[in-house]
């Protein structure tokens, strides 16, 4: 094997299932009752772990097990760390901004603002492609339309975001800063993750400044930033009326990139020192413990980390097993490498069975119990995979759905643009796929075909990449 700047192909293949997998959960809660209670996500309080309760923590594992490969990566071509934490600040942003418009697209913000929830999703989602597509080299013309696409998208953005500033506010008290009434108040939790949007913000624009001088560079990287706070102003909407920009939650992308955020900026600093990583993780496992207990109600602390640190327990685990695989790559490892996982395994099982007699198996109450399972189900999956890919070299298996892991973020945004150009056309599904065997068939259908859409925009050179 060549050097580890290489994919190792079990980790695009473990992305790729957790990716087809989420697709097809998400598709499944209209099947309700009609479809087995253990496919479903467990309902506050319950203690069960659905299939769909499972989905979501691989991802964020499949997160951390990215990133040493992709810091390894970069370092290699001759990033410094400075370089490393602005492409880390650039990254969060774009998914934050992304998950912002997809948790306000929704029928209560349409009601009020006056845009229905349908194009709102398709103009923001267009938006989006225009920004963080993976445009070709180009020059001269070419690359002037590129730059001309990107910037469009910005306005677009904006201009949606003035949308929701004009309109009549309710809801909870606001402070102003200038003109602009801001979408929280100044005691709430929201203050310090909006700083620390700020700074990720902010600080792309100083280091291109510091390194290039080029002052066309930092003036668009100025306006971005003027862009991107002005859009985290912008007013969301509940049953209520329009309240500030609350996010009742940040959405799964912005939930992803709370934690690629954290995990990223600490890895950066403990780099593959595998014992500073687990410290990690027994920081932001404990302080989910913490949070379980009902320590952290009145910490001011919490308000820096959405959730409660099991995201980025589950992130930092994903980052020890990337270690692990680094150290123990090849054939001849295998079984070094197969039977730390293994005991990873089922030590974390152990441990959720013992947490389980104080805490319940929630993923809506983010609990310890949850994150071990959970940790302990990705080691298991992660060693069959990387048996069955890098070992006896069946990738092929995956072929079908390798756009899922290598094009993921484009596989994520399609479903709800179909579900919007559906609703938009009035297409009905047939009556046999709104329940039972015949909407799951329907709903898993649906998944390979949102992975075939994927690897044929692909093809078109149609890629979101942030």
């Known amino acids: 094997m060549e050097k580890q700047t290489l994919r190792i192909a079990s980790i695009d293949i473990f992305r790729a299932l957790t990716m087809l997998l989420m697709i097809f959960v998400n598709d499944i809660p209209a099947l309700g009752d009609t479809i087995p209670h253990w496919l479903h ?56 901004v992304i998950g912002l418009f997809s948790v306000n697209s929704f029928a209560e913000t349409a009601k009020i603002i ?33 730059s001309a696409l990107q910037i469009f998208g910005w306005i677009i953005l904006t201009v949606l975001a003035l949308i ?27 203050v310090f993750q909006y700083l620390i949007i700020v700074v990720c913000a902010i600080f792309p624009i100083l280091t291109n400044f510091i390194s290039t001088k080029n002052k066309t560079k930092l003036l668009v990287n100025t306006a971005i930033f003027a862009v991107v706070f002005y859009l985290f102003l912008f007013k969301g909407a509940n049953a209520d009326g329009l309240t500030g920009l609350r996010p009742s939650w940040w959405q799964i992308l912005g939930l992803i990139g709370w934690t690629y955020f954290y995990t990223a900026v600490i890895f950066v600093f403990t780099r593959s020192n595998i014992f500073l990583n687990l410290i990690a993780w027994i920081f ?31 992130a ?39 947490a389980n007699k104080y ?26 995979i990387y048996w069955l890919a890098d070992v006896k070299n069946k990738k092929s298996w995956f072929d079908v759905i390798k756009p899922a892991g290598t094009s993921t973020l484009t596989c994520y945004i399609i479903p709800g643009v179909w579900y919007s150009l559906v609703s938009l056309a009035g297409i009905a599904y047939p009556a046999f796929t709104k329940s039972g065997i015949g909407g799951l068939v329907k709903s898993l ?22």
């Open 41 to 96: 996500h467990a309902a506050l309080g319950e203690d069960m772990l659905g299939l769909s309760d499972v989905i979501f923590p691989c991802f964020l594992f499949c997160v951390g097990l990215s990133i040493p490969f992709a810091i390894k990566n970069r370092t290699a071509k001759g990033d410094s760390n400075v370089q490393l934490l602005s492409h880390i600040a650039q990254r969060t942003v774009a998914l934050l």
């Open 114 to 146: 006056g845009i229905a929830p349908q194009w709102f999703k398709l103009i923001s989602v267009a938006a989006f492609f225009m920004i963080w597509n993976v445009y070709p080299r180009a020059e001269g013309t070419v690359k002037k339309v590129f």
């Open 164 to 190: 929701f500033l004009r309109t009549p506010q309710l809801g909870e008290t606001s402070f102003t800063l200038g003109f602009i009434s801001i979408g929280f108040s100044s005691g709430s939790r929201y």
């Open 284 to 314: 932001f496992t404990l302080l989910c413990i913490s949070s379980n207990l009902g320590w952290l109600e009145n910490v001011g602390f919490a308000g820096f980390i959405p959730g409660n640190g099991a995201f980025q327990s589950l």
């Open 316 to 354: 930092f685990a994903g980052v020890i097993a990337s270690l692990l695989m680094q150290r123990n790559t090849g054939k001849e490892k295998f079984g070094i490498l197969s039977s730390t996982y293994t005991a990873i395994a089922v030590l974390m099982f152990a441990a959720a069975i013992v």
């Open 359 to 384: 805490f319940i198996i929630s993923k809506l109450e983010e609990t310890c119990t949850w994150i071990f399972y959970c940790i302990s189900i990705s080691f298991a999956l992660l060693i069959f």
């Open 445 to 466: 259908v649906f998944a390979f075909a949102i992975i075939g859409v994927t690897w044929i925009l692909g093809k078109f050179g149609i890629k979101l990449k942030i």
